[in-house]
């Protein structure tokens, strides 16, 4: 059955990162104050008395934290996400020649002055699943680059 509007929503549908994308060929700057938000982290980190000021340090304190988030298999994911988007802002925001891209999947990445990406959600998941590894330490490779 041919039914023109259903397939052009299929087609929106198949390429949710191709908005992603866009959004940030659109407004990088608006893209990457979205990306700085972090709430969930941020939450969770105030409520144990970190403070997230974007700063390499706040990444130290970060991997500091009982992973309480552990219990939560709702939260988890998420928090993984905030933490890979806090991650790329602090190495955005400090490290010379860094700065967001998107794929055109929608997959944010942090792109080295040297041209090396750097996937920080998945570093952000692998840190809120297992601790490893560490943020302070793909901030430092980063920063050596």
Request: aromatic share 8%; charged share 20%; hydrophobic share 45%.
């Amino acid at each position: 059955m041919n039914i023109p509007f259903l397939d052009k929503w299929r087609r929106r549908q198949a390429e949710p990162g191709a908005v992603m994308a866009a959004a940030f060929a659109d407004d990088p700057e608006g893209v990457a104050e979205l990306f700085a938000e972090c709430d969930l982290l941020r939450s969770q980190a105030s409520a144990s008395g970190v403070v997230l000021d974007d700063s390499a340090a706040s990444l130290t304190a970060l991997d500091q934290l009982l992973p309480r988030w552990r219990d939560d298999p709702e939260t988890l994911p998420w928090l993984g996400n905030d933490a890979g988007l806090y991650l790329g802002t602090v190495i955005v925001r400090t490290v010379p020649g860094a700065g967001w891209h998107v794929w055109p999947a929608g997959q944010p990445v942090v792109r080295l002055a040297s041209g090396r990406e750097i996937q920080v959600v998945e570093a952000g998941l692998d840190w809120a699943v297992g601790g490893s590894p560490e943020l302070s330490r793909v901030y430092a490779e980063a920063a050596e680059a």
